[in-house]
């Protein structure tokens, strides 16, 4: 496995989640959020807690790069679409579902809620896909004495 790689790829993973997180949910979800404004933390509050969101996104980011690492061959943008699309299909089955059936939130914010996890983790993946590389150990024909 090449640490240095897999902790590029989580590093530069994570730079673009803060890009493109601000862009979904500050930006592109701002008013459907304004409409549930009853069922979240008043924006004070969530501004508080913001690093400790950051903090364990980016643990998440290493152990999303260490599993690409571990489990597929190394192939590239494709794989790394497709492991991230696994991912994200991981994440709606047992996290935003779940979230929409706790919090008094719309059936439309759900589906944007998992529209963005499948795009996103297609994103990261594709991102891990082109930046991690194997180290690889070359092939030794064996020497017939």
Not at 23 to 49: C, F, G, T
Not at 63 to 87: D, H, N, P, S, W
């Amino acid at each position: 496995m090449n640490r240095a790689r897999l902790a590029l790829t989580a590093l530069v993973s994570w730079v673009v989640y803060l890009g493109v997180s601000f862009l979904v949910h500050a930006v592109l979800l701002k008013n459907i959020y304004m409409q549930h404004a009853s069922a979240m933390r008043p924006e004070a509050e969530a501004n508080a807690i913001l690093p400790l969101g950051f903090g364990f996104a980016l643990l998440g980011f290493f152990a999303f790069a260490y599993l690409y690492a571990r489990t597929c061959q190394g192939g590239g943008v494709a794989e790394g679409i497709q492991f991230g699309l696994m991912v994200g299909v991981i994440l709606c089955c047992f996290g935003t579902i779940w979230d929409y059936m706790v919090w008094p939130v719309s059936p439309r914010l759900a589906a944007l809620w998992m529209v963005d996890y499948l795009l996103e983790f297609a994103l990261y993946g594709g991102i891990v896909g082109a930046l991690y590389q194997p180290n690889h150990r070359p092939y030794r024909v064996p020497i017939n004495a």
